[in-house]
Nanobody
Framework: QVQLVESGGGLVQAGGSLRLSCAAS????????MGWFRQAPGKEREFVAR????????YYLDSVKGRFTISRDNAKNTVYLQMNSLKPEDTAVYYC????????????WGQGTQVTVSS
């Protein structure tokens, strides 16, 4: 099992920045690809970014490219999401996830952290 705990959410004005952290415990963190997802009120959860187990490969939702950066520190068992130039439409609960199974679904999820961007 892997336990994931997100932090770093909050209220920020449009154009501002936040850095989300996801601390992992349990099985070997460095074996897992990691992802960030978000869910806005009344909407389905959507993929935001992912990073390979080594950190050498990343992929982003088109609408966050150039504004968000996913990174990881395997020595600290932590994955980050740096969010710059935030927009009101980025408002959502952000979740981190770990470990993609054979059918492409993430196996482990955190409890989420709220990000609210005011206009």
């Amino acid at each position: 099992q892997v336990q994931l705990v997100e932090s770093g959410g909050g209220l920020v004005q449009a154009g501002g920045s936040l850095r989300l952290s996801c601390a992992a415990s349990g099985r070997t963190f460095s074996n897992y690809g990691m992802g960030w997802f978000r869910q806005a009120p009344g909407k389905e959860r959507e993929f935001v970014a992912r990073i390979s187990s080594s950190g050498g490969s990343t992929y982003y939702l088109d609408s966050v490219k150039g504004r968000f950066t996913i990174s990881r520190d395997n020595a600290k068992n932590t994955v980050y999401l740096q969010m710059n130039s935030l927009k009101p439409e980025d408002t959502a609960v952000y979740y981190c996830a770990a470990g993609v199974n054979l059918i492409g679904n993430y196996m482990y999820w955190g409890q989420g952290t709220q990000v609210t961007v005011s206009s």
